[in-house]
């Protein structure tokens, strides 16, 4: 089995207070006006994950690269915009429940908004810490390990500063026939 997000219930942040979203098995859509907090709830979604370090193995997955050929790994402003003004320290409060088909069981964990060390860049804005992450057994305080497909921020950039380029994309003509199959899957359709 997969890795499944299930549900995340968040407890507060922003305008947001007792809200519970439990995912679907295939496809969940999130839809709202403007200042709603789709990207909100994207944010959170994907600040429990990480492909930088296999914490079960104790080594690093560095090696490993997207399609695209770029790294996993993102740096969590990219998935959700940080206020220094309003988003402070214990502001964010969510738990989240996952199938990790890493290990193949469920897991539980909680993301809130913690200081950023001395050494930081970016001083002045917190961080999103994992905490109590029920898969881990020494750092309960650690990233459940699995790459992340997520709608960056860059979408919010005007078309014009926006870089294209031609990307080699060989793995993916070599495997055209699980992409169709996985696609046709999700929309539930027949394969084509």
């Known amino acids: 089995m997969h890795t499944k997000l299930q549900k995340i219930v968040i407890k507060k942040f922003r305008a947001l207070?007792?809200?519970?979203?439990?995912?679907?098995?295939?496809?969940?859509?999130?839809c709202?006006?403007?200042?709603?907090?789709?990207?909100?709830?994207?944010?959170?979604a994907t600040q429990i994950f990480s492909f930088d370090e296999d914490y079960v193995n104790n080594n690093y997955l560095s090696d490993f690269k997207q399609i695209n050929g770029q790294d996993f790994k993102s740096k969590y402003s990219e998935h959700m915009r940080i206020s220094a003004e309003f988003d402070k320290?214990?502001?964010?409060?969510?738990?989240?429940?996952?199938?990790?088909?890493?290990?193949?069981?469920?897991?539980?964990?909680e993301l809130e908004f913690a200081t950023r060390n001395s050494l930081s860049t970016e001083k002045a804005l917190p961080r999103p810490v994992v905490r109590k992450n029920s898969t881990a057994e020494k750092n309960k305080s650690r990233n459940f390990t699995h790459p992340v497909?997520?709608?960056?921020?860059?979408?919010?950039f005007?078309?014009?500063?926006?870089?294209?380029?031609?990307?080699?994309?060989?793995?993916?003509?070599?495997?055209?026939?699980?992409f169709l199959a996985l696609s046709n899957k999700v929309l539930n359709r027949g394969s084509t």
């Not at 207070?17 to 999130?30: N, Q, R, W």
């Not at 320290?89 to 964990?109: R, V």
């Not at 997520?150 to 919010?156: A, I, V």
């Not at 380029?165 to 055209?176: L, P, Q, R």
């Open 32 to 44: 709202g006006k403007n200042g709603a907090a789709k990207s909100s709830i994207l944010g959170i």
């Open 158 to 178: 005007p078309i014009a500063d926006r870089s294209y380029e031609a990307v080699n994309f060989s793995y993916m003509e070599k495997h055209k026939a699980e």
């Open 89 to 109: 320290p214990g502001s964010l409060l969510a738990s989240i429940n996952i199938h990790d088909g890493y290990l193949e069981k469920a897991a539980t964990a």
């Open 17 to 30: 207070s007792g809200v519970e979203i439990e995912f679907g098995d295939y496809i969940t859509v999130i």
């Open 149 to 156: 497909i997520f709608l960056s921020l860059k979408r919010l």
